[in-house]
């Protein structure tokens, strides 16, 4: 599949996920297959404003390529200068979120509001295609409740404004994460656009993944929250999608292995203090299942080193097996 002039050897894209995925995971992720990453959003008024923090998750790493930036806002003047900064991290593509649910985003005019606003979306989509000179694509929602479906007509005026590709969450913002994707949503926005739209919702598996290209015609799938504690997701995903081969779930072991190589390149990139911290979540996801982990994700509450995660993990270990 290709965005414009970006080639991609694989459909399986990780999500970008304020929180989780920063630049470790998303080169994690990149090692087992996805074939495109996303950095965590950013604030486009915060970019222009010199703000360290905003930099610093647009590092993108050596090991993730394909990779976007992704930014959010409602002035276009504003997103398209936040893009032209953005390019000094040298992504390959400009990603607009029009879809983030969080009320400190939606309830400020950025992430899923636009969507009540095509006008405006269409003008920020325009004005940040017209500053950069890389793909430019926008992450929607189905529309911000079940009375404002329109995940339709804002596709066709976003790819009329300049948006290389579009990705499609299949629920409203009011609906968050809960309820069902709405497959049928996808396969309109599909239908509706000559550009690559990109379907995203409830990808946990292979099989999911499957559903999601038949029953949309999708150009390629996203996986968010299905990747946490998980990225061998890509690898398995890969393999069917182009041989027809199911690789099994890894063992605990190697599931632990990943689990401490993931948060080791934490700290590696953040310190042991923050990386410790972070990681308290992140293993909260490749633990879920196991015997013990409920007591395991409790100790972690009061974790302080990765000397002392390794000790609980080789009995978590032990334990399981």
């Known amino acids: 599949m290709n965005i414009k002039n970006v080639e991609f050897n694989s459909i399986a894209f990780l999500a970008p996920m304020a929180g989780m995925a920063d630049m470790a995971f998303r080169e994690l992720c990149a090692d087992y297959g996805a074939g495109y990453t996303v950095t965590e959003m950013v604030s486009s008024k915060g970019l222009t404003m010199g703000d360290k923090k905003s930099a610093m998750l647009?590092?993108?790493?050596?090991?993730?390529?394909?990779?976007?930036?992704?930014?959010?806002?409602?002035?276009?003047?504003?997103?398209?200068?936040?893009?032209v900064k953005c390019l000094e991290f040298k992504p390959d593509i400009i990603d607009i979120n029009m879809g983030c649910p969080a009320p400190k985003v939606a309830m400020n005019g950025g992430g899923a509001s636009l969507m009540k606003n095509p006008r405006l979306a269409g003008e920020i989509v325009k004005a940040v295609s017209q500053a950069v000179?890389?793909?430019?694509?926008?992450?929607?929602?189905?529309?911000?409740?079940?009375?404002?479906?329109?995940?339709?007509?804002?596709?066709?005026?976003?790819e009329k404004n300049g948006a290389a590709a579009i990705a499609v969450h299949g629920r409203t913002r009011m609906q968050?994460?809960?309820?069902?994707?709405?497959?049928?949503?996808?396969?309109?926005?599909?239908?509706?656009?000559?550009?690559?739209?990109?379907?995203?919702?409830?990808i946990t598996d292979v099989q999911s993944a499957a559903i999601m290209l038949e029953k949309t015609g999708c150009d390629a799938i996203m996986i968010g929250r299905?990747?946490?504690?998980?990225?061998?997701?890509?690898?398995?995903?890969?393999?069917?999608?182009?041989?027809?081969?199911?690789?099994?779930?890894?063992?605990?072991?190697?599931?632990?292995?990943?689990?401490?190589?993931?948060?080791?390149?934490?700290?590696?990139?953040?310190?042991?203090?923050?990386?410790?911290?972070?990681?308290r979540h992140h293993a909260g996801y490749y633990t879920k299942g196991l015997r013990g982990g409920a007591k395991f994700r409790a100790e972690m509450g009061s974790l302080e080193s990765f000397e002392q995660l390794e000790e609980i993990t080789y009995r978590?270990?032990?334990?399981?097996?």
């Open 58 to 83: 647009l590092t993108l790493g050596e090991r993730e390529r394909k990779a976007g930036a992704q930014i959010f806002g409602d002035n276009p003047e504003i997103m398209a200068e936040a893009a």
């Open 133 to 158: 000179d890389i793909p430019v694509t926008v992450k929607i929602r189905k529309g911000w409740d079940d009375n404002s479906v329109n995940a339709v007509a804002l596709a066709e005026i976003l």
């Open 176 to 202: 968050m994460y809960s309820g069902e994707v709405d497959y049928d949503i996808i396969r309109r926005v599909k239908e509706a656009v000559d550009i690559p739209v990109i379907g995203n919702g409830d």
């Open 226 to 279: 299905g990747a946490l504690g998980n990225p061998w997701i890509f690898q398995q995903i890969n393999a069917y999608l182009n041989e027809c081969r199911v690789i099994p779930e890894p063992s605990l072991t190697e599931k632990m292995t990943v689990m401490l190589a993931h948060i080791k390149k934490i700290i590696e990139y953040k310190g042991e203090y923050t990386g410790i911290r972070e990681a």
């Open 316 to 321: 978590i270990i032990k334990e399981n097996v």
